[in-house]
């Protein structure tokens, strides 16, 4: 086992010797700032851009006032999107198109500043502040150049974006109802039929207001279930009128039956509220 050992040790101090030899390590260490921007360019425009970003970040102060340095700053920026870094390639590309507002990278900056803030927007299970500041991103910069030929790939990503804000919007109101805090369900459904009316899950939000409200009247004290029945038969009226085939239609006019057959046994509460009778 040790003669092993030593033969790991021997080998692995080998290849350090010999990264530490290669061209690429000697031009980490160069000081000639021409020699390691034209590298690091060539590094670049091979699609390395781990060696390209390596070489350019300590060139771009010594750069700075030099024609190479607004090519070197977009390259850099342009390294560590492609390398996935892109809460550092939103910063880069954001200072870059302040720094050089008139540049031909200007508008392409401006764009990949979005595209940036697009791939790190997190699942829609977390939070979604960095989704909505993208959102805001990809609005500023369509508003700047809206004959853009990055347009159409823009607006792709502001749809992504905006259905995850939808899909967390419902999903949050979901979770209310599976754990059964009714009212705080009703609620949440109500606000997100409202923020998205043409929503892909429109139909499933107003079955599960329905289901919800319906058990906050089934669960409630006697004084509050007929005001809270009365919502029941309102919420499956629009249910039905909104979705007629839908596959919880049977389900729906359970609730609606059991609605109308409290306020049926509760005559006195009924006669109450004239409108009741009307149902």
Do not use: W
């Not at 990278?105 to 764009?111: C, M, P, S």
């Not at 419902?170 to 043409?198: D, G, H």
């Not at 279930?225 to 979705?243: C, G, H, K, P, S």
Request: proline content about 5%.
């Amino acid at each position: 086992m040790p003669a092993f050992r030593l033969r790991v040790f021997a080998l692995l101090l080998s290849v350090a010797l010999l990264g530490a030899c290669s061209p690429y390590q000697k031009l980490l260490k160069s000081t000639n700032v021409n020699e390691k921007y034209e590298a690091a360019v060539k590094y670049y425009e091979k699609g390395d851009y781990f060696k390209a970003a390596g070489l350019l970040e300590p060139l771009i102060p010594l750069l700075k006032g030099r024609p190479e340095s607004e090519k070197a700053e977009f390259y850099f920026a342009q390294s560590n999107f492609h390398e996935g870094n892109y809460t550092l390639s939103a910063y880069y590309f954001q200072t870059f198109a302040e720094t050089y507002p008139s540049s031909p990278y200007a508008e392409e900056a401006l764009f990949m500043h979005a595209k940036s803030l697009f791939r790190d927007s997190p699942e829609y299970e977390l939070d979604q502040t960095n989704t909505v500041t993208a959102i805001e991103s990809i609005q500023q910069f369509l508003n700047r150049f809206p004959e853009s030929k990055f347009r159409p790939e823009t607006e792709n990503m502001s749809n992504e974006l905006q259905k995850k804000l939808e899909r967390k919007a419902f999903e949050s109101a979901r979770l209310y109802y599976l754990v059964r805090y009714n009212q705080s369900a009703v609620v949440a459904f109500n606000t997100f039929q409202q923020q998205y009316p043409a929503s892909l899950y429109g139909e499933q939000a107003a079955f599960l207001k329905l289901e919800s409200q319906r058990n906050l009247a089934a669960e409630s004290v006697e004084e509050k279930q007929r005001e809270r029945y009365l919502e029941t038969i309102a919420f499956y009226q629009n249910f039905v009128d909104t979705y007629p085939q839908s596959k919880n239609l049977k389900t729906a006019e359970k609730y609606y039956d059991e609605a109308r057959q409290f306020l049926k046994d509760h005559p006195d509460e009924v006669a109450k509220n004239p409108q009741a009778q009307n149902n």
